[in-house]
């Protein structure tokens, strides 16, 4: 029906996450709408990006230099790790400007039915880097999910014989709700992370 061309680059967006056939179709129709330069210009960074960003070797966040900006930073507290599953989640605690120390990247959670077990993820990296360099506590941000909560209960386990503080970031009730809109679970948990005034 379409150019081979065409059906070429519909099959080529499709791979991307969350890119069905139809958002395909949109997309491809976009790009044979823009100037060639433009379209040129996009090819280049994405190319470009590829060649240029890798991991960090210290903390496995995408970088383009070693290391990457946040461990070079002599601002940030080296012994107060942040934990999380991929490096899309650096970036979200990043922009809440909430975490003065550095991080390390696992590369995803613990989930037996996938066949994720400790050896697929950077556990033992982690382990190594807290006591090279006697880090104090580690703060596990994976996902709420099951396999966020195993994970953090996993890499728990495996630091406090080595008198680290592991810790989890609290949940419950975001700022601005209404009581009446937040669900059981999430009161519950908010219940039970309540803090001294």
């Known amino acids: 029906m379409f150019p081979r061309a065409m059906t070429d680059m519909i099959k080529a967006f499709k791979r991307l996450p969350g890119i069905g056939p139809k958002a395909a179709y949109r997309m491809a129709v976009y790009m044979l709408n823009l100037p060639y330069e433009e379209v040129r210009e996009i090819a280049r960074a994405i190319v470009g990006a590829r060649k240029a960003i890798r991991l960090c070797p210290q903390c496995y966040n995408f970088t383009d230099v070693d290391p990457c900006r946040i461990c070079a930073d002599e601002k940030r507290d080296k012994t107060f ?21 550095v991080y390390h990247v696992l590369g995803g959670a613990l989930s037996p039915v996938s066949g994720v077990g400790p050896e697929r993820l950077r556990i033992d990296e982690l382990v190594k880097r807290v006591k090279r360099d006697k880090v104090v506590e580690v703060l596990i941000a994976t996902d709420p999910s099951v396999e966020g909560e195993a994970t953090a209960m996993y890499i728990a386990k495996l630091l406090k014989p080595l008198g680290v503080r592991p810790t989890r970031p609290a949940r419950g009730i975001p700022a601005g709700a209404d009581l009446n809109y937040i669900d059981g679970a999430t009161l519950t948990q908010a219940i039970k992370s309540r803090q001294e005034m």
Do not use: K, T
């Open 81 to 101: 790790i942040c934990v999380v599953e991929e490096p899309e989640d650096v970036e979200a605690i990043e922009m809440s400007r909430g975490h003065a120390g």
